[in-house]
C-alpha cells in the first residue's frame, strides 16, 4: 500500500517485551520504537514517519505456545494500522522450556506471519534477536541458539525477507540485560539505531 504525498511513512515495531519496553523505568520514551520515532524526526522531520510499538510481552511466533502473537490486541492493532514497513522482532519466547513442542510448527509459522504484513503490501523486516543471557529459568538456552535463531535465518533466507542481526552488535552487552532478557535504556537506543539502519535501506521508491 502507498502512502499519499501528505501521509507519514508507517512503521510496525512487531514483538515481545523487548519492543514493548519492559524493565525501562519510562518505557513509553525510552522504548526502541520510541527511539525509533524520534530518528527518523530528526532524519524527516516531524510527520515524515509514523512509528507504532505493537509489542506484547511474552509473545511467540508459533501458533500451539503459551502466549501466540497470533492472538494478542497487538495483533490485531498492527493488522488495522497497515504498515508499510515492519520489524518483525519474536523468537525469544519460543525457546522457552514450556514451549518445545510448539516450536515444530516454527518455521511455517514464521511465514504465515511475515505473509500475514505482505498480503498488505508491507516489507517486512525480521529481527534475529537481541541476546539473552543466562540465567534466565523459563528459556532453553540451547533451543534459542541451536533451533530457534536458525530457523528463522533459514526462513528469511527461503522467503526472501530481509533479515535484521540485532545478536552480534549486543552479544557484549550482557551487564545492560539486568535479568537476562529485557535491556536497559542505552541498549535500547542502539537497539533503535540497528532498526533505523536497516529500515532506511527498505524505504519504498519515491
Known amino acids: 500500500m502507498e502512502p499519499k504525498p501528505s501521509e507519514p511513512l508507517r512503521v510496525a ?12 523505568p519510562n518505557r513509553r520514551v525510552q522504548c526502541y520504537p520510541a527511539v525509533l520515532q524520534r530518528l527518523a524526526d530528526e532524519r524527516f ?23 501466540p502473537y497470533w492472538q494478542t490486541p497487538s495483533f490485531t492493532a498492527a493488522t488495522r494500522f497497515e504498515p508499510q514497513l515492519v520489524l518483525m522482532m519474536l523468537g525469544t519466547n519460543d525457546a522457552q522450556f ?3 513442542a510448539a516450536r515444530q510448527t516454527l518455521a511455517a509459522d514464521l ?29 532453553d538456552f540451547d533451543a534459542l541458539r541451536d533451533e530457534v535463531r536458525p530457523t528463522i535465518r533459514r526462513v528469511v533466507g527461503e522467503i ?5 542481526d540485532f545478536l552480534t552488535p549486543l552479544a557484549d552487552t550482557a551487564a545492560d540485560f539486568p535479568d537476562g532478557l529485557h535491556p536497559t535504556a542505552p541498549v535500547a537506543e542502539r537497539i533503535a539505531q540497528i532498526a533505523f539502519e536497516a529500515l532506511l535501506e527498505r524505504l519504498p521508491a519515491g
Do not use: K, M
Open 13 to 24: 515495531c512487531v514483538g515481545a517485551s523487548v519492543t514493548f519496553g519492559r524493565g525501562l
Open 45 to 67: 522531520g516531524a510527520g515524515g514517519w509514523l512509528v507504532r510499538n505493537f509489542g506484547y510481552s511474552g509473545a511467540t511466533v508459533s501458533r500451539g505456545s503459551n502466549e
Open 98 to 100: 514450556a514451549n518445545e
Open 111 to 139: 511465514v504465515d506471519l511475515v505473509e500475514h504484513f505482505r498480503q498488505f503490501g508491507a516489507e517486512v523486516l525480521v529481527a534475529d534477536p537481541p541476546p539473552a543471557f543466562p540465567p534466565v529459568a523459563e528459556i
Open 160 to 164: 526472501g525477507a530481509p533479515l535484521v
